[in-house]
């Protein structure tokens, strides 16, 4: 029999560390070759791993909700080749554990060999940044929060010299130290508590002593539930006949709820910035004070597109396609940028050049409960005006599920936000970076509008251009800008430009 660790791997180009999301194994589990184990977040998406071994599954060696470094070993399996401990993922070969190990590796994450201590080399600079709105990947290694003095570190990892250091229970106390509440109270230390961060704030925040609260997650783990029963219970006394006459003699509308839908809830609410909440915001910065933006609008008459997307939604090439107006400004753009190749470009620092793309990689703005993703299409100036519709959709749906494929996340050239979905008029969208442009197409409204000399209700929609100063100077963006609208005023136009 042989114990195999499965290390974390790069699911992507250039990333440096994930979250585990949810494990859908437990130890005791018997696993195949390719079964799904859990689902980990990284800065572009959610994404599924399978187990490269067959056997049964010996340790879990990272909670749920933990971000880790690509290379740290996750899940430990136990196979029956008969071969020493394997590392997958990082580099760095393991050693074999003994019996007292393997045995407690459920409890205790694995100790990194010192290939995993060293510090990460630095990545290189990837060709072009990915396409999230606000997003894109640091070239510098992975930062940990500091460390507040006189704690020990985290799980599974390594003091500075490359020495392992025993798992933290979070009260300045190594996991293991006294496990039992007896030895904890003969040695005079609190005992030992198995809880998250966000658990052990919650129950600060509440006035809970989290030693006292009954566990009933995983492995004997205090759970948000646990603590806010263990807060309910301390909260709530039987009433004495004097605090009940003091509680009816209070004003009723100290009583009666706010109406917000607040009543009996926590005044503040801390959630963890996830991955691609962090990255949006980095890159955000990055792209505000780097890119000098400037942003047009021109307000158009759409009433012939709309109506153009009626009769094709009827026509036998549509029928089966869903054909939204978005689609329609897609075609529109790309028909566009040949006439103004500079929204096409993007700005290579380390060469001193600027790079004139002469394909579309169209990113398409898509909301999830996750945050804002842009994922694109890749050569969309190729498509047909169904292609695209397909595209869109099958992107949105992906993107909503959270299993956009990193590759989709990367390489884009230019971008469109569709803020019109969320009945808003139109906007200043922050440039994806690595990009010259991206478009914010606003709500389709029925409008009065002067037309042939006559005021009569047209369908009017904003659409907003954001633009690199650097790369595309007033002229070319409002020309581009232009042509985009002249093409939704009349799609005719398209037969003479294409």
């Not at 025993?166 to 030992?192: C, F, H, K, L, V």
């Not at 906007?427 to 409204?445: D, K, M, Q, Y």
């Not at 509008?449 to 409002?478: A, C, M, N, Y």
Request: proline fraction near 9%.
């Amino acid at each position: 029999m042989s114990v195999s660790q499965f290390n974390l791997p790069d699911v992507g180009e250039g990333l440096t560390e994930a979250e585990i999301v949810s494990w859908k194994v437990k130890p005791g589990d018997s696993v195949k070759v390719n079964d799904i184990i859990v689902e980990i977040e990284t800065a572009k998406s959610l994404v599924e791993l399978p187990c490269p071994y067959a056997g049964v599954v010996e340790g879990l060696l990272v909670e749920e909700g933990q971000t880790v470094p690509v290379g740290t070993p996750i899940i430990s399996v136990r196979t029956g080749e008969g071969k020493p401990v394997e590392d997958v993922g990082a580099p760095g070969e393991g050693a074999e554990r003994t019996a007292e190990q393997r045995e407690g590796m459920a409890e205790q994450p694995a100790k990194p060999t010192s290939a995993e201590t060293t510090e990460p080399a630095e990545p290189a600079e990837p060709e072009r940044q990915p396409v999230l709105v606000g997003y894109g990947p640091r070239t510098a290694s992975a930062k940990r929060r500091p460390r507040k003095p006189g704690t020990e570190p985290s799980q599974g990892r390594s003091d500075t010299n490359g020495t392992p250091q025993r798992p933290s229970t979070g009260n300045g106390e190594p996991a293991g130290a006294g496990d039992a509440a007896g030895e904890g109270a003969a040695t005079g230390a609190r005992p030992r508590v198995l809880a998250k961060p966000p658990v052990r704030k919650l129950a600060k925040d509440l006035g809970v002593d989290i030693s006292t609260v009954t566990p009933t997650g995983p492995n004997g783990t205090v759970t948000r539930d646990d603590v806010h029963t263990a807060a309910a219970a301390v909260s709530t006394p039987t009433p004495t006949e004097a605090e009940t006459a003091t509680a009816s003699a209070q004003p009723a509308r100290e009583r009666v709820p706010s109406g917000l839908g607040w009543h009996g809830e926590d005044r503040e609410e801390r959630l963890p910035i996830r991955s691609v909440r962090r990255k949006t915001a980095e890159a955000m910065v990055q792209s505000a004070f780097t890119a000098p933006h400037v942003t047009e609008f021109v307000t158009v008459d759409v009433t012939r597109t709309m109506k153009l997307a009626e009769r094709l939604r009827e026509s036998r090439e549509f029928r089966d396609v869903k054909l939204t107006p978005l689609a329609l400004v897609a075609r529109a753009l790309c028909i566009a940028i040949p006439r103004t190749p500079e929204v096409n470009t993007r700005w290579d620092d380390d060469a001193g050049e600027i790079v004139v793309q002469r394909y579309v990689n169209l990113g398409i703005a898509a909301a999830t409960p996750r945050g804002l993703v842009v994922p694109n299409i890749k050569d969309a100036h190729e498509l047909s005006l169904r292609e695209l519709a397909t595209g869109i959709n099958q992107l949105a749906a992906t993107a909503r599920e959270g299993k956009t494929p990193p590759g989709d996340m990367m390489g884009g050239t230019i971008s469109i936000t569709n803020v019109g979905v969320f009945g808003v008029d139109t906007g200043t969208p922050i440039i994806n970076p690595g990009e010259a442009a991206i478009l914010a197409f606003g709500a389709v409204r029925q409008q009065p509008w002067v037309h042939k000399g006559k005021i009569k209700p047209r369908w009017v929609t904003t659409l907003g251009l954001s633009f690199d100063h650097r790369l595309v100077d007033g002229e070319q963006g409002s020309r581009f800008l232009s042509d985009v609208a002249s093409l939704l005023e009349d799609p005719g136009n398209a037969l003479a430009w294409s």
